[in-house]
């Protein structure tokens, strides 16, 4: 019989964890957990109630899938409306899509080992600003829709305007129109929907912003400066969402005098996925970098004063500024971004205006073959996307192409869109033609100037000129760039990345097969209800499984990020509170050691943050919760908690805690960012949540990507469920309700598309299928013994600073170097460094308590690793020694140094007081596997003083 | 050297120097951080400080000093007008940790009320309270 699936996710077999148990004093991981865990949350036992099937075997589960993805069915979209198909470069799939060292790789915190995606998202940044005719372009957004609601909000803050009033163009995506409505409303905003391409600028109203989509939603292309002059004049900032392929023609949002542009990356290169996950974008124009939401990826300097890249101006984010940051979004499109960049570097602006000409040839080609067959084209000028007027007969010749294999947008009973992409042949042109009873003629060429894009927004301006876009053209060199590039990096497939509050565990293989699957990649987010049976069938299932093992009663899985989950589970206690004429509810407590993310996210859903204490062991002070219930009895909206608390602790009293809120009329909100420390032993629902997000890229497998994709389902009890993010295109508004029956999710979109990053979603679902609801809590099992053991054997070097029942913690330690700082001038920073000489990926630095840092080992590595790392961080602990006894003066040791490059010890003369082989091989195992950083100590500073977000010129190579 | 007895502190970490009213010219404060929130800080990357003719109210919130890993407000310590901000301060943040008392002031205003200030040994003994507490 094959091993079961379970025995290759946990990295600790049976004589392991009996070492580790005998290491703590336990006889058993379920004895150990239960003293972790407080009694008065233990988990019901479900028995046969559950709906979690027994577990299957990864071939078995492979089987499933090609099952589910076999009642799928894959048409060849013209649907557009921001998602379109396109041919990923084979080179680009296998090398970043399907490989580990990209896909398992953390957020670049630690840029000395992260230099390789932190270039390939500078290339994505510096395709953005130039197709946008922008300055700066931020690392990525979670998609168009949501990053045209970061652009209201940026206008928003960037506006001398005191007018609360932002107008948007009727000819926008309607995901969009949907999701600005909603997300206008809970922060105070009046929109205005007006006809921009025949609005004179004297008609539009005072406001603060103005949002143009650019070519329209109907394919139209208008030439908006007259009206961006105008807002301007009237002090509002122009947001313009635009199509980067269509930008390779036509003149860039910059030029036009956009303040801020928007948009998707999706057509580079990344496959629909039924919506999801792809790279959203924003570029703004200079002096408003400092307001952009999201990641940015900057030039600096490293130690030997080499150019390094990093995270720029981070003290935006809503980890240090919390609620007063410019988003909530933490995760961004790191893979898909990178994808969408390589597309470009592949390409090269000769390639990518190819494409563009060819599609745009293309759709003059059909225009042409409509107007013909005496259709009326609705507009003159377009780059891809015709409108197309069958008066009364729209459902009908969209039925006719559906059957025909051809996907048509139906905008009225009158009305139908049709776009054209990169994967659009003449052989389809000619199939469309006959099925429309147009006449099919075949067009030559594409070569000449396009005749439906007007003279005065022909593109005149250069982009991609950087040698990077210029270079790879052989598949050999594109090839071997991205292996230059993930070789600079240290992902999971080199060793344990013990990041507290990340939980950096296997992502399996079979478990990521299905996502590339056409059946599951080249579907259009608003297919037909019949196309995507096999995917409705997977949603329902995992949106079932995940309400039992949370203790809830309904999950959508729309976020596309945890920051996006906590936004919909917010805004739908809102929804309920304001449902019951609860207006004056608004007040979200939130402890100070949350995570900064939840105090943005209140902001967003239109709530008044009110911090409360945590005590010196770092649990909510309850007697402090009293006092602020109290303080805000009538206006009590929410308490946000994390469980176990970011400090990695199971807290006593919180039971106690959640009944406290209920009293006082409000709702528990429990953060399931630690989800990993108590499945299968402990359900958020029974013990007193409301509402809670995963993060599926957390506990459920989802890898990290560099930094994203991530999902952020949101799980809620019966009373909520009905306030849970709806989408006008659901292919069913339905959803299934634990203990049986339907309930319908209407509450507003968060995500552009219905059920956000789907194509993502079979990795979970995998994940569960093939653990069981035994596997599961094996797996938690496996995660709190491993951090007990880390703790346990790091105790007597470093002080752990926080622990719950029995003395243990939950799955994360937080061990302090604050007394070795004071002790010996070692600094947190000196640590991380240092073990990146010693061949591993920092833990978690300075969250959630400044000079400390937090270790999750996670289940899946096993002892040797975990053995391998306290070693490191024991002999670490003996070199900071041996700076305080003096045997290496305080600003010139392994530690102040680290990391060491291999320029670094070969390049002239040695004059340190230590060895180089001390230096960089520090441990003997290291002899025969080493890691090694491509720069050294990088300067933070000089990178945030001088602010640089493009690729640099290639003389700064020399 | 800086003459610490002739400054004032507030518990936000701020210093006060007080220039006395002359024929002419109302009386004004300068106002910086002290080295200890500098150092707090880490290295400072970004100052956002009011413009000259801004009214500041004793308390609020009037500017921001970023540094690579967080953020400080810039509390008011007194009622007034910005006379006028360090604008070297601006283009160089790094002369707030160099030079927290001298080239590193961020802004001076002209006081309508002069609330109660630290001196420089009653701020002495705050500090040593606020190191004990961590």
């Known amino acids: 019989m094959a091993i079961p699936f379970v025995d290759r996710h946990i990295g600790t077999d049976a004589a392991a964890q009996q070492v580790m148990l005998d290491t703590l004093g336990y006889d058993s991981v379920n004895a150990l957990v239960e003293a972790a865990v407080p009694t008065s949350i233990h988990a019901a036992d479900l028995g046969a109630a559950s709906v979690i099937p027994e577990p299957a075997t990864e071939r078995e589960v492979s089987a499933e899938l090609r099952a589910l993805a076999s009642q799928n069915t894959v048409k060849r979209s013209l649907i557009g409306l921001g998602y379109y198909d396109t041919i990923t470069p084979a080179v680009i799939k296998r090398n970043v899509f399907e490989n580990p060292s990209w896909y398992t790789a953390y957020t670049p915190y630690q840029p000395e080992i992260s230099q390789g995606r932190l270039e390939a998202l500078i290339n994505f940044q510096t395709m953005v600003a130039e197709l946008t005719g922008l300055t700066t372009s931020n690392a990525s957004m979670l998609d168009e829709s949501t990053a045209v609601v970061e652009g209201m909000l940026l206008a928003r803050r960037g506006s001398k305007q005191t007018s609360h009033t932002f107008i948007v163009d009727s000819d926008a995506l309607p995901q969009t129109k949907a999701l600005l409505a909603s997300r206008a409303e809970a922060v105070g905003i009046d929109l205005v929907e007006l006809p921009l391409a025949d609005t004179a600028p004297d008609d539009l109203p005072e406001a603060f912003g103005l949002f143009i989509q650019y070519p329209g939603a109907s394919g139209r292309l208008s030439d908006p400066r007259l009206l961006i002059e105008k807002a301007h004049a009237g002090g509002a900032l122009a947001v313009v969402a635009a199509d980067l392929l269509a930008l390779t023609l036509i003149e860039s949002p910059g030029s036009l005098g956009a303040d801020v542009a928007v948009g998707t990356s999706q057509r580079f290169g990344v496959p629909m996925g039924f919506g999801g996950p792809h790279a959203g974008y924003m570029a703004v124009r200079k002096g408003l970098e400092r307001q952009l939401p999201g990641r940015l990826v900057g030039v600096s300097v490293d130690a030997a004063g080499n150019r390094a890249y990093r995270l720029s101006l981070q003290a935006r984010e809503q980890h240090i500024r919390r609620e007063k940051a410019t988003s909530n979004i933490c995760t961004a499109q790191v893979l898909l971004a990178i994808m969408a960049g390589m597309y470009a570097v592949y390409h090269g602006p000769d390639g990518l205006k190819a494409i563009a000409t060819e599609v745009n040839g293309r759709a003059v080609a059909l225009a042409s073959q409509l107007r013909a067959g005496g259709y009326q084209l609705s507009h003159e000028s377009f780059f891809d996307t015709l409108t197309v007027q069958a008066p009364g007969r729209a459902r009908a010749l969209a039925g006719a192409a559906s059957d025909a294999g051809y996907l048509l947008n139906v905008v009225d009973d009158d009305t139908l869109t049709i776009s054209v992409d990169e994967t659009t042949t003449d052989d389809d042109l000619m199939q469309l033609s006959m099925v429309l009873e147009a006449v099919p003629h075949r067009t030559a060429t594409y070569s000449e100037v396009p005749a439906s894009i007007p003279p005065a927004l022909s593109r005149t301006t250069e982009y991609l000129t950087h040698p990077v876009f210029n270079t790879h053209r052989s598949e050999t060199s594109m090839m071997r760039y991205l292996k230059r590039l993930s070789d600079y990096d240290y992902a999971l497939d080199r060793g344990m990345i013990p990041l507290g509050s990340c939980t950096m565990k296997l992502n399996a293989a079979t478990e990521m097969e299905a996502v590339s699957w056409p059946e599951f990649a080249g579907l259009h987010p608003f297919a037909p209800r019949d196309d995507v049976t096999g995917y409705l069938s997977l949603i329902d299932q995992l949106e079932t499984w995940l309400a039992e093992v949370t203790g809830y009663d309904s999950v959508s899985l729309q976020p596309n990020a945890g920051s996006q989950g906590e936004l919909a589970g917010l805004l739908a206690i809102r929804g309920y509170h304001r449902s019951r004429g609860d207006l004056d509810r608004t007040v979200c407590l939130i402890p100070s050691s949350a995570h900064g993310t939840n105090a943005a996210s209140a902001v967003l859903a239109g709530m008044k943050v009110v911090v409360v204490a945590c005590d010196e062991l770092g649990n909510v002070d309850v007697d402090d919760l009293r006092a602020k219930i109290e303080a805000n009895a009538t206006t009590l909206a929410a308490l946000m908690i994390t469980y176990p608390s970011t400090h990695g602790v199971y807290e006593h009293d919180v039971v106690d805690i959640c009944r406290l809120v209920h009293e006082a009329g409000g709702q528990v909100y429990v953060d399931g960012a630690n989800l990993n420390a108590v499945l299968g032993f402990a359900r958020f629902g029974e013990f007193g949540g409301d509402v809670s997000h995963l993060n599926l890229h957390k506990t459920f497998c989802i890898p990290h990507g560099g930094g994203g994709p991530g999902v952020g389902p949101v799980a809620a009890r019966a009373h909520l469920a009905p306030f849970l993010p709806g989408h006008a295109f659901a292919q069913k508004a339905e959803h299934p309700s634990i203990g049986g029956g339907t309930v319908v999710h209407a509450g507003g979109a968060v995500s552009g598309a219905p059920y956000g990053s789907s194509s993502i979603l079979p990795i979970s679902w995998a994940y569960v299928r093939m653990m069981g609801s035994e596997g599961l809590k094996q797996a938690t099992g496996a995660a709190v013994l491993a951090a007990n053991y880390v703790a346990a054997r790091l105790r007597d070097h470093f002080p752990v600073l926080y622990a719950g029942d029995n003395g243990l913690v939950a799955h994360e330690c937080i061990l302090d170097l604050r007394p070795l700082r004071d002790a010996t001038g070692v600094t947190v920073d000196d640590v991380a460094k240092r073990l990146i000489d010693y061949g591993f990926h920092a833990p978690t630095m300075s969250f959630p308590v400044a000079g400390t840092l937090m270790v999750e080992p996670t289940e899946s590595e096993d002892l040797a690793e975990i053995d391998r790392f306290i070693d490191a961080m024991i002999a670490i602990k003996a070199e900071a020694d041996a700076v305080q006894a003096g045997e290496w003066p305080a600003g010139d040791n392994p530690l102040v140094n680290a990391p060491h490059t291999a320029q670094s010890i070969a390049v002239g003369e040695w004059e340190h007081p230590y060895d180089r082989e001390r230096a960089v091989y520090p441990v003997r195992s290291l002899i025969s596997h080493k890691y090694w950083p491509p720069v050294r100590r990088i300067d933070q500073a000089y990178g945030d003083r001088n602010l640089f977000c493009a690729c640099p010129p290639p003389e700064a190579f020399a | ?134």
């Not at chain 2, 100052?47 to 308390?59: F, H, M, R, S, T």
């Not at chain 2, 407000?73 to 604008?87: I, M, Q, R, Y």
């Not at chain 2, 080239?103 to 002495?124: D, N």
């Open chain 2, 1 to 134: 050297m800086t003459d610490f007895d002739q400054l004032h502190f507030t518990s936000e970490h701020e210093w006060v120097r007080l220039e006395p009213a002359t024929d002419g010219a109302a009386a004004s404060a300068t106002i910086g951080i002290t080295a200890y929130a500098a150092d707090k800080l880490g290295d400072v990357v970004y100052v956002d400080l009011p413009d000259a003719g801004v009214e500041i109210a004793d308390g609020a919130v009037v500017g921001e000093i970023e540094s690579t890993k967080s953020v400080g407000e810039l509390f008011a310590p007194v009622d007034g007008t910005v006379l006028e901000k360090n604008s070297a301060v601006e283009d160089a943040p790094e002369l707030v940790n160099s030079d927290p008392y001298g080239e590193g002031w961020l802004i001076r205003v002209e006081y309508t009320e002069l609330p109660e200030l630290l001196s420089y040994a009653a701020y002495q003994a705050l500090l040593g309270d606020e190191e004990a507490s961590h």
